[in-house]
């Protein structure tokens, strides 16, 4: 009975440290192949748009800090001249929470024209951020700004789905529970790994809204 229990033991920890070696090997693998896709302001190339990604936003309707350090970089990148237009990309799933609303007010009231700010409601996840980017909006070239951690997983699903991508990383302070996060980006890169050999369609897609055809159509 002993030695059953004891060949068990070392079964299941054989089988854990599989598992976690795989993870990591997939986490190595999305952040190596991407990294040489982060670039510095003044690397950047013409782009068809600039893709933020959402984040959370407060009660009051304002930017949380992780979000505003991303507004504020994709902001001075439009500024810059590179991309026409601005693709702001997040959750807006009930009529009580709405991200893309809040990111749009703020490009607004730093002078950029509503006009050429899109909004993605439907930004539910990076994934489904990118693929409606190609789809919806019909981006070929694209610049992505995130927090540079987050950035590997979205250049290495753009790569999938056949985008031209670059990112440009918003602040690199360390926000309150970042080592939280960065745990489960390791796990939401393996997750999107997978996803990419499957190109799953997105919750929602609906008719396309091609960059050019003014941002406004996005409002509601």
């Keep these: 009975m002993f030695k059953r229990i004891g060949r068990l033991a070392k079964f299941l920890l054989v089988m854990t440290l599989s598992v976690v070696i795989g993870v990591l090997l997939l986490d190595f693998w999305v952040t190596a192949s991407t990294k040489d896709q982060i670039i510095s302001l003044s690397e950047l190339e013409d782009a068809d748009c600039i893709l933020v990604l959402g984040a959370g936003v407060w009660e009051n309707n304002q930017p949380s800090p992780m979000l505003r350090d991303r507004l504020d970089r994709s902001i001075e990148i439009f500024k810059v001249g590179v991309a026409p237009y601005l693709v702001m990309s997040g959750d807006h799933g009930q009529s009580d929470y709405d991200e893309v609303n809040?990111?749009?007010?703020?490009?607004m009231d730093a002078g950029i024209d509503s006009n050429l700010i899109y909004m993605d409601h439907a930004g539910f996840s990076t994934y489904e951020s990118l693929?409606?980017?190609?789809?919806?909006?019909?981006?070929?070239?694209?610049?992505?700004v995130t927090q540079k951690y987050h950035l590997?997983?979205?250049?290495?699903?753009?790569?999938?789905?056949?985008?031209?991508?670059?990112?440009v990383a918003a602040s690199e302070i360390r926000y309150g529970g970042q080592s939280?996060?960065?745990?489960r980006e390791v796990l939401a890169r393996n997750k999107d790994f997978f996803s990419t050999w499957f190109l799953p369609a997105p919750t929602y897609l609906g008719d396309s809204i091609p960059l050019g055809s003014g941002g406004d159509l996005t409002n509601d």
Excluded: S, T
């Design 152 to 167: 590997y997983r979205a250049l290495y699903i753009a790569n999938a789905l056949g985008l031209d991508a670059v990112g």
């Design 131 to 144: 693929y409606r980017l190609k789809y919806i909006f019909k981006a070929e070239k694209i610049i992505i």
């Design 180 to 183: 939280v996060r960065d745990l």
């Design 102 to 107: 809040v990111m749009k007010g703020y490009a």
